[in-house]
């Protein structure tokens, strides 16, 4: 029978879009009344607030020996844990942490909702082997799953099939300042993410190089940490830049920094819904991202709210940023339009949603389990 318990389960609470989600929805769900336990499994340092009502149970594999061993006890572990909490639903965030969950849940009698966090028909964090796994813990472990956008559920689901919801990630508007006024002629071009092959900074350094050949005022601006921090290093020296291009880290004020910048720029190879673009185009700015999801559809519509180009092409995104630079009244219609964001994602709505899916699969559940 349904209780007021949720459990959610995902790979660690460090910096990162997925990470900072789920802190914001464990935090709703608590203020709405619902008892959250809230499983990482991993353990660390936790880069964003969660209210001390949530209980928070940490994991760590680090002991295990070989993917196979870590899987196996992650798995048993979580099972341990979901049978001790005994919750009325469980959610898995990410294709990692939420295909464990549901495999640790199965025969549990316990409703399971996974969220995908990034587009599987671009991304290349998983193989394909994985990935096939994935699909069929969807198909087969999985009472719903939750996706930011029409292409991931594709992946999984046909269009009739009811498993599949599409939310998108939400703004917190009364943590935000209100939206520039225009262009700030500030000569910063910002990029924000993790340090890594997915972003794919090396593109936009070598677009900049072309921006800043032409331009030579502008600098550009990359916050994040990650592994791919010291190829980049050496990259920006090797071309010159290192008076330009700065590589400052992890910046917790990053609306200040939005509110400082003449434009946004995502340069990644995949993505699911890119929070630090959605922020950039809330506060106003004029945005360019690239195609993350080959032509099957971005935050951004071209042209109207922002630029969207080809992934891996360093002369389209020089060229995106130069008709910014050199068209200021498009820049400032661009970024203006892509204000509008505010209204279509205020987490007022969004969260509201994610808990009417959850309280819908509960009711659904429980109802067929009593026939």
Not at 56 to 84: D, N, Q
Not at 221 to 250: C, F, K, N
Request: charge should be neutral; proline fraction near 4%; hydrophobic fraction near 35%.
């Amino acid at each position: 029978m349904p209780n007021n318990r949720l459990a959610i389960v995902i790979t660690g609470l460090s910096f990162g879009g997925a990470e900072r989600v789920t802190s914001f929805l464990c935090n709703y769900f608590s203020a709405t009344g619902r008892d959250v336990y809230l499983i990482s499994l991993t353990k660390g340092e936790r880069a964003y607030p969660l209210s001390d009502a949530i209980h928070v149970r940490e994991l760590s594999a680090s002991h295990t020996k070989g993917k196979l061993g870590k899987y196996r006890f992650l798995i048993g572990a979580i099972r341990k844990e979901i049978k001790e909490i005994n919750p009325s639903l469980v959610m898995g965030m990410m294709s990692y942490s939420g295909s464990l969950a549901a495999v640790a849940c199965k025969g549990l009698g316990i409703p399971f909702i996974i969220s995908e966090r990034n587009d599987p028909n671009t991304s290349v964090t998983f193989s394909e082997m994985e990935k096939r796994i994935f699909y069929f813990i969807h198909h087969h472990f999985v009472t719903r799953a939750i996706f930011q956008t029409e292409s991931a559920r594709s992946y999984y689901y046909q269009k009739e099939d009811s498993r599949g919801t599409i939310i998108p990630n939400p703004l917190y508007l009364e943590d935000m300042p209100q939206p520039n006024a225009g262009v700030v002629a500030s000569h910063q071009i910002i990029s924000a993410g993790r340090l890594n092959k997915q972003k794919n900074h090396e593109l936009l350094v070598q677009a900049f190089s072309k921006v800043h050949a032409k331009h030579p005022e502008y600098r550009l601006i990359i916050y994040g940490d990650g592994e791919e921090r010291t190829a980049l290093e050496v990259l920006v020296e090797r071309m010159g830049l290192g008076s330009a291009v700065s590589l400052p880290g992890i910046e917790k004020s990053m609306f200040s920094r939005l509110q400082e910048a003449e434009m946004f720029v995502l340069s990644s190879n995949y993505e699911g819904m890119p929070n630090a673009l959605i922020e950039a185009m809330a506060m106003g700015l004029p945005c360019i991202t690239t195609d993350y999801s080959e032509g099957r559809g971005t935050v951004i519509t071209h042209e109207t709210d922002g630029l969207v180009v080809p992934r891996k092409n360093p002369e389209a995104l020089a060229d995106a940023m130069l008709s910014l630079i050199e068209h200021p009244d498009k820049a400032h219609t661009l970024g203006m339009h892509a204000a509008s964001i505010r209204k279509v994602l205020d987490s007022n709505v969004i969260c509201k949603r994610w808990l009417t899916t959850i309280e819908e699969t509960e009711d659904s559940y429980y109802q067929r389990k009593e026939r």
